[in-house]
């Protein structure tokens, strides 16, 4: 197990899925999951890690690149979650740690899950103070498609409440409606008066699985997210370069899922993924997830953490 800490925060990480394994704010852990790699398979195998090569979910499990259809690996009926059953979150990354980074590498070989192009990715964590962040790069032999996030799941109480007892803020406009399967329609629909408006805090309350369309341009750091524990005043904000946010709220959580903590209870905690829109290479009007040979792929998000109100 790898550690990063300053002064009022403390980070562990796993090299299986390059996984964000806990999170301590003043001495509170905030980050819900798996411990010991077989509580990580035997519970939610996404908890902390680095999913990819293409976060969310891809309808039909295939895409066209170029006038070529490639067909990739199902792992979610006849559709693809996260990369595929080989995907990044289940595969060891190698580790180099300094004072206050540790930076994680994979190869995804040419095919891998169907993907066309040897992938080389890198995600390096770094804590300066109170922000703990995570740089993503990756290159391909072929073009290719890429959409690399952190999946943690938060709760800012240390679990002692669960996710709908959250204050939550979310600067977005618009978000993906979602079809039966919860794929994206592959509209984008304004939030105005919808229960999906967090333009103000107000708490979480209801179960979720969405990605919201961050306000203001991709590829410029800003302000997607702020999470609050009302009681204790614990926040964290989320800052990302991407142009979504995928917010879920833990509902197939159940006691016979194993944690570091004890059983993963539903609605525990709260899945934040800065990243490009599910099934994005399946819709000419989302943000483009292709990435070319010569083209370095990259997407950086921190997580600011602070006390009190």
């Known amino acids: 197990m790898h550690e990063l800490k300053s002064k009022n925060l403390r980070a562990t990480f796993s090299t299986l899925g390059a996984r964000l394994v806990s999170v301590f704010v003043d001495d509170v852990d905030v980050n819900m999951g798996g411990g010991t790699d077989a509580q990580i398979m035997a519970g939610d195998w996404t908890a902390g890690a680095i999913c990819g090569r293409i976060a969310g979910r891809i309808s039909n499990a ?9 067909k990739l690996t199902a792992n979610m009926g006849e559709h693809q979650l996260h990369g595929g059953p080989d995907n990044f979150a289940v595969r060891r990354w190698t580790a180099q740690s300094t004072d206050n980074s540790i930076r994680f590498a994979i190869n995804s070989e040419d095919g891998d899950q169907g ?3 040897a992938l080389s990715a890198e995600a390096t964590y770094t804590i300066d103070g109170n922000t703990l962040s995570l740089d993503f790069t990756a290159v391909t032999t072929k073009p290719t498609v890429i959409n690399l996030t952190n999946h943690t799941y938060w709760n800012l ?9 959250h204050d939550m803020r979310i600067d977005a406009g618009g978000f993906l409606p979602l079809n039966d399967l919860l794929l994206p329609s592959g509209e984008i629909r304004n939030v105005d008066g919808t229960r999906w408006d967090f333009r103000k805090p107000r708490k979480v309350a209801e179960n979720y699985d969405n990605c919201w369309v961050l306000d203001g341009q991709r590829g410029q750091l800003r302000h997607g997210l702020t999470l609050r524990d009302p009681v204790s005043g614990r926040r964290m904000e989320v800052w990302t370069t991407e142009a979504g946010m995928q917010m879920y709220t833990a509902w197939h959580w159940n006691e016979d899922m194993p944690g570091r903590n004890g059983p993963l209870k539903q609605y525990a905690a709260i899945a934040i993924e800065p990243q490009n829109f599910p099934d994005a290479p399946n819709h000419a009007n989302f943000p483009s997830a292709e990435l070319r040979p010569g083209e370095t792929y990259r997407h950086r998000m921190e997580w600011r953490f602070s006390s009190g109100s």
């Open 62 to 70: 295939h895409f066209t690149l170029d006038g070529t259809e490639h």
């Open 115 to 117: 993907f066309p192009g």
């Open 157 to 165: 109480s240390g679990g002692v409440r669960n996710a709908f007892d």
